[in-house]
């Protein structure tokens, strides 16, 4: 565990990750940090996550992100429009818990990789074939987050992305 700040500032992108298992109970805590994110309704959150270990399907999704490919798991998420009461904002509930996903991998020692889905259609309905949706009009493969302990020349450390002349006081 990193206190707060290190999380934040030491995240970044992992793309390559060690032949090793993460273990269930890590992916869990991964998977409570998602549904810990703000969305548009409390109690109407889209999302729903669908983990796979399965080297076989691990391989076709790489067919449509390669950085999938040799993860050692890979989390879709999939967003269900029937729960979501803003039928409109699924993709920026999504979002937040992607990113609160990706904070909870480095706090326990690993590396993730945001890997873009939606809103690109011809990808969204390759996901979901792979993972057993045939119509994606409700559910919708928002990204995918892979995860695993960083590969040798890989590894979350600080980069300055601050620009002060992206602020504004007061008006723009
Ligand atoms: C919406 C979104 C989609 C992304 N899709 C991909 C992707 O498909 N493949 C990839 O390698 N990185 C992807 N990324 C990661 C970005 O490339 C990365 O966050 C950016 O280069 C900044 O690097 P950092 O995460 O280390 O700060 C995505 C990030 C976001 C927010």
Known sequence: MFDFDEVINTRRSIREYQDRDVGDDLILKILKAGMQAPGSRLGCEPWEFIVIKNKETLSCLGEIKPRVKNAP???????????????????????????????????????????????????????????????????????????????????????????????HYEKY
């Open 73 to 167: 798991v890979a989390i879709v998420l999939v967003a269900n429009i029937k729960r979501a009461f803003y039928k409109t904002v699924w993709q920026q509930d999504m979002s937040a818990a992607a990113e609160n996903m990706l904070l909870e991998a480095v706090n326990l020692g690993l590396g993730g990789l945001w890997n873009g889905v939606a809103p690109d259609e011809e990808k969204m309905v390759n996901v979901a074939e792979i993972i057993g949706i045939d119509d994606i009009a409700d559910l919708k493969p928002f990204c995918i987050i892979t995860v695993g302990y960083p590969a040798k020349g890989w590894q979350n450390k600080f980069m300055d992305k601050f620009d002060e002349g992206r602020i």
